[in-house]
C-alpha cells in the first residue's frame, strides 16, 4: 500500500494552484485580493485602501469596489472547485494560465456600507453544470454575522478539453 | 416654460453632481472622467488600462471594472435627476455582460434614472466599446434617496 502523501507536499501543492490562478490577473493584484485557504475552504480577503473608496464624506468602499471583490471571490471559487479533483488525485496539474469562466450576468445586493476597513467574502458553487454555474458570495467585515453585501452570478464555463 | 430661475437651479444642481462624481477617490484612482451630464442623465468615460485586465490571455478588462464604471454613472445619474437627492447609495445593481470589450479601447457608460420616489431612484446603463452599436454590458439598479429636495 502507498504511504500516504507528506501534509507540507499537500499544502504546497493546494497553494501552488491557488496562487496560478490569481497571480496572472493584474487587477485582482490593482485591488490587492488575496485569498486565505483551509483545506478547500476559500476566504478572499479585501485589504483597506484608500483608493478603495467611493464616498469620502462618509467614507464609504466604492460599491463597484465591492462589486469587483464579490465577483472575483466567485470566479476564483469556481475556478478552484473546477480543478480540485485532478490537484487532490496528486496528477500534476498545469500551472500555466488557464481559460477563466465568463460572467454572464452579475446580481449584487448593498445591505450597509462598506466601512473604511478590511473586508472578507466566501463564495458557494450551487450549480456547477457543465456549461452554467451559479455562484453565490456573501462578504462581511467585522461581524461574520453582519453581511454587507451579497451577490448571485452566472458563468459560462471553460470548455473542456478531450 | 422653463424660466431663468429654472435654469439657475439646474446649473446648480448639474454643479453640485459634476463635483460629488468628481471627488470619488476610486473614480480618480480608475481615470473615470464624467463626460455628460443633465437632467437624470450621465456619461462617464473610462480608458483602457493595462492594471484593470481580468484575464491575461486575451487582455480583456476584468467584469468588476466594468460594475465600477456602470454603479459610478448610474449614482451620477441619479445625482442629476431633478428631484435632485443630496446624496445617494447603491441598493442593488444587477449586470449583463453580452461581449468582452475589446482589449485597448476605452469604455463609455450611459445612465439614465429614469424613476424617481421620495426613497428610490431607478436607473437603466449600458456600456459600450468604440463600437457603439454593440453593448459590452448592460445594467439595471435601484439606489437610495437620501435626504429630500428642501
Known amino acids: 500500500m502507498k504511504a500516504p502523501e507528506p501534509v507540507q507536499v499537500v499544502k504546497e501543492r493546494r497553494d501552488r494552484t491557488l496562487q496560478s490562478l490569481i497571480d496572472g490577473v493584474p487587477y485582482i493584484q490593482f485591488l490587492g485580493i488575496r485569498f486565505d485557504r483551509r483545506g478547500d475552504e476559500l476566504t478572499a480577503i479585501l485589504p483597506y485602501d484608500d483608493k478603495l473608496i467611493g464616498n469620502p464624506m462618509l467614507p464609504a468602499l466604492h460599491g463597484g469596489v465591492t462589486a469587483a471583490f464579490l465577483e472575483t471571490a466567485a470566479i476564483i471559487e469556481l475556478s478552484w472547485a473546477m480543478i480540485w479533483e485532478d490537484m487532490e488525485s496528486g496528477g500534476n496539474v498545469d500551472l500555466a494560465p488557464r481559460r477563466l469562466p465568463k460572467t454572464i450576468d452579475f446580481t449584487i445586493d448593498y445591505l450597509r456600507s462598506g466601512l473604511p476597513r478590511d473586508a472578507y467574502a466566501r463564495a458557494r458553487v450551487n450549480r456547477s453544470g457543465r456549461r452554467y454555474a451559479s455562484v453565490h458570495v456573501e462578504a462581511w467585515q467585522d461581524n461574520r454575522a453582519r453581511m454587507f453585501a451579497q451577490a448571485t452570478a452566472h458563468f459560462l464555463m471553460p470548455a473542456r478539453e478531450g | ?150
Open chain 2, 1 to 150: 416654460m422653463p424660466t431663468d430661475e429654472d435654469d439657475a437651479q439646474a446649473q446648480r444642481r448639474i454643479t453640485i453632481a459634476r463635483r460629488f462624481i468628481e471627488a470619488i477617490p476610486h473614480a480618480q484612482v480608475m481615470g473615470m472622467t464624467l463626460t455628460e451630464i443633465g437632467d437624470g442623465e450621465a456619461e462617464i468615460a473610462m480608458p483602457y488600462d493595462a492594471r484593470f485586465v481580468g484575464d491575461p490571455e486575451t487582455g480583456v478588462i476584468h467584469g468588476g471594472a466594468v460594475s465600477t464604471l456602470m454603479d459610478t454613472c448610474g449614482g451620477a445619474a441619479v445625482m442629476s435627476h431633478p428631484a435632485a437627492p443630496h446624496g445617494t447609495a447603491t441598493m442593488d445593481l444587477r449586470i449583463d455582460y453580452m461581449r468582452a470589450a475589446t482589449p485597448g479601447q476605452r469604455i463609455t457608460a450611459r445612465a439614465v434614472c429614469y424613476h424617481v420616489t421620495r426613497s428610490v431612484a431607478f436607473v437603466r446603463a449600458t456600456a459600450t466599446d468604440e463600437d457603439t452599436d454593440n453593448p459590452v454590458a448592460t445594467a439595471t439598479g435601484a439606489f437610495t434617496v437620501e435626504g429630500g429636495p428642501s
